[in-house]
């Protein structure tokens, strides 16, 4: 990268602090005011930058116009394919990827890659999830706010898929609890006996989840244990799509 190029997008993220004169800019980028000055006159012509009365400068509503398109121009499953293609390569089992629609109060798959074993758990992309027991469901409500979470949980219906599917409202909220806490979810069992199912978050730039992923399996063809021993890999491919989805290029390895 050039150094004009350099030091002119190093005035962005200082500006995002709060707004800066001219004499701040220069002191924070090294540079004399003269320069300083003609890489501000250049962001503020596009509309980057804007030069307050108090001849402070600060972000521009160009900046964030084309932050707001970018972000509702991403497609998360267009994003997130390849990493989940590449760990059902690795671990063989169906991995799906979903996300929570407000409006129907719906978690939907919106992706799927199939298991290579011959028994398999049966799902739909476009079909909703069993809300209340899914660890994509789990995940995506985990992550609203308190109230918010309330709201939902106390109007759902608690369908007794099996004897370990959630029984009411207060143990909903306290699961979501959990998993909001330690930043993962389960399903074993919960909805069919015999499938087990990992899940990790999906986040967008300001941290917040937009979706939700994880990797499903019959009991037959591994334990529950084996299933959480993939844990690590589940949650290093949602950070890697995390990254690439919300442009953050720093590594940040999940926890074990």
């Known amino acids: ?16 602090q709060g707004p ?4 701040q800019v220069a ?12 890489l ?19 972000l521009g509503a160009r900046l964030f116009a ?3 398109e970018a972000v509702e121009n991403l497609d998360v499953r267009e ?4 990493h989940l293609a590449a760990l059902n390569n690795e671990c063989g089992h169906t991995v799906h990827l979903a996300v929570y629609e407000e409006t129907e109060v719906e978690v939907l798959y919106i992706d799927k890659v199939e298991s290579r074993y011959p028994v398999r758990m049966y799902s739909r992309i476009g ?13 995506l409500l985990a992550d609203l706010p308190e109230a918010e979470r309330r709201t939902i949980a106390e109007k759902l219906d608690y369908p007794t898929y099996t004897s370990r599917s959630t029984p009411n409202a207060a143990a909903f909220l306290k699961e979501l609890a959990l998993v909001r ?3 993962w979810a389960t399903d074993l069992g919960g909805h069919e006996e015999s499938i087990n199912c990992v899940g990790a978050p999906i986040r967008g730039a300001d941290g917040r989840v937009v979706a939700a992923m994880s990797v499903s399996a019959p009991n037959v063809v591994v334990t529950a244990e084996e299933l959480l021993a993939l844990l690590p890999l589940v949650r290093r491919t949602a950070d890697a799509i995390s990254r690439e989805y919300s442009g953050n290029t720093s590594p940040k390895e999940a926890r074990a």
């Open 66 to 68: 084309l932050a707001q």
């Open 181 to 183: 806490e330690q930043g």
């Open 1 to 16: 990268m050039s150094q004009t190029v350099d030091r002119a997008l190093s005035i962005l993220p200082l500006l995002a």
């Open 40 to 58: 501000l006159r250049t962001l503020h012509e596009h509309g980057l930058v804007y030069r307050q009365q108090d001849q402070r400068y600060r």
């Open 127 to 139: 079909k909703p999830v069993a809300i209340t027991v899914a660890a994509v469901a789990k995940l």
């Open 20 to 23: 800066a004169d001219l004499g």
């Open 27 to 38: 002191e924070r980028l090294g540079v004399h005011k003269s320069t300083a000055l003609r």
């Open 79 to 82: 994003i997130a394919h390849p």
